[in-house]
């Protein structure tokens, strides 16, 4: 079934969402957007899906972050974008079943804030983690609310501040993701972890999800809502957007 771009298929109890645009790396479009929340609402009404996954098309990209195409330009616009993408990627903590994140290839910017989001990440041991907002003048707006709780603050910084991309052995060594796996075993693995979920008493599992995230989605991500529009409108960030158009390296000021 297609739900926007995404693809949504029910295998038994467990809900695999494919992000299905390759073309654009399946960066975060409208229509990625709005099939992840489709397919997350259908979760939700479903009794009979205990776990759902998430994952992505092709050989090389979970994917890519925004979609820098339709980047906005003025203050009132940029603050309708960053209060559309933060609720979005906020929507994997306010689901009350399990999600997987089953991480095929490059997640970058929002698609590795969309992978943390989730409860689990397995990790194919092709793929690579990173924030590279900071080559855009920018910061990830949802990383910087969540990321030092998993990796500690000086790595979060670091991560935040160079953008440099890290390893899927890395990633496992820090605690982003869950296990790593060879490739090709991907969604097999993820599956299999699913079904182990699946088969636990329901109301615990719920209960478990939502005393560890107890608290999230606070005072922290409205400020973030808030104090974004302010970055994007920097010089820094119209020389980094160009540069990144142009193939080019930016030069800040």
Same mark, same amino acid.
């Given at each position: ?5 995404? *693809?949504?298929? /029910?295998? +038994? ?6 992000? &299905?645009?390759?073309? !654009? ?13 489709? #397919?997350?609402? /259908?979760?939700?009404?479903? &009794? ?8 992505? #098309? ?21 603050? !309708? ?6 609720? $979005? ?19 970058? +910017? ?18 690579? $983690? ?6 855009? +003048?920018?910061?990830? +707006?949802? =990383?910087?609310?969540?990321?030092? *709780? ?5 790595? =979060? ?6 953008? &440099? ?18 490739? %090709? ?8 972890? %699913?079904? @182990? ?8 599992? &719920?209960?478990? @999800? ?27 960030? !119209? ?6 158009? *142009? ?7």
């Amino acid at each position: 079934m297609r739900l926007g771009g995404v *693809e949504f298929e /029910k295998r +038994g109890r467990v809900a695999l969402m494919t992000l &299905d645009e390759p073309h !654009k790396l399946n960066a975060l479009s409208t229509g990625i957007r709005d099939g992840i929340l489709d #397919s997350l609402a /259908k979760i939700e009404a479903d &009794d009979e899906i205990r776990v759902g996954i998430i994952t992505g #098309s092709g050989e090389k990209t979970f994917c890519a972050g925004a979609d820098l195409s339709n980047l906005p330009v003025t203050p009132a616009q940029v603050r !309708k974008f960053i209060g559309g993408v933060l609720p $979005f990627l906020e929507a994997p903590e306010r689901c009350s079943k399990p999600l997987i994140a089953a991480v095929n290839g490059l997640a970058y +910017g929002g698609g590795f804030e969309l992978a943390i989001a989730c409860d689990f990440i397995i990790s194919s041991d092709r793929a690579k $983690f990173g924030v590279p907002e900071i080559q855009l +003048g920018l910061l990830p +707006g949802f =990383a910087v609310v969540r990321l030092h *709780e998993i990796v500690g603050r000086p790595k =979060a910084k670091e991560m935040s501040m160079l953008g &440099d991309p890290i390893s899927a052995e890395e990633a496992h060594r820090l605690g982003i993701a869950l296990k790593v796996v060879p490739h %090709a075993n991907l969604i097999d693995e993820a599956m299999q972890f %699913a079904e @182990k979920l699946a088969s636990k008493p329901r109301v615990a599992i &719920d209960m478990a @999800k939502s005393f560890y995230n107890r608290g999230l989605g606070g005072d922290e991500m409205r400020y973030a809502v808030d104090a974004f529009p302010f970055l994007f409108m920097t010089d820094d960030v !119209k020389e980094g957007v160009a540069a990144f158009r *142009e193939k080019r390296k930016p030069k800040f000021a």
